[in-house]
């Protein structure tokens, strides 16, 4: 299971990577993983306000369907158009060119999210 250091993790599996007041938000591997082939990715609408928590997206899969949960406040300021065409680009490289949406953060304060240590421990849990 890849589970890369250099970002955050909700319990509901997404990944949180911060940069300059951008997070940059997509689903782990071990969801990639857990959902099957992915085949449609509902996105938010870029300049939408998110709450962290708060349903935004939603992951289609063979098996089944499932909310993305929004990781911190903010504003959503991008979207990986690219899944729109290629929703298996999730499967592939859910770190990179997976990623899901954008948000402008209101705060750079990720401490409520998870470490990969602790995320590591929340997916063995659930696997």
Do not use: C
């Amino acid at each position: 299971m890849n589970i890369p250091d250099d970002r955050r993790y909700n319990k509901t599996h997404e990944w949180a990577q911060e940069a300059d007041g951008m997070v940059t938000v997509g689903i782990s591997d071990f969801a990639q993983d857990q959902l099957g082939d992915v085949v449609f990715v509902e996105l938010p609408n870029v300049g939408q306000a998110v709450k962290a928590g708060e349903a935004v997206a939603v992951v289609e899969s063979v098996k089944t369907a499932s909310d993305i949960y929004a990781p911190v406040d903010g504003e959503v300021a991008e979207v990986n158009e690219l899944l729109e065409s290629k929703p298996e680009l999730i499967n592939e490289s859910p770190y990179a060119e997976g990623w899901m949406f954008r948000i402008s953060a209101a705060s750079a304060d990720m401490s409520g999210l998870l470490d990969a240590d602790s995320y590591r421990a929340v997916a063995e849990e659930d696997s």
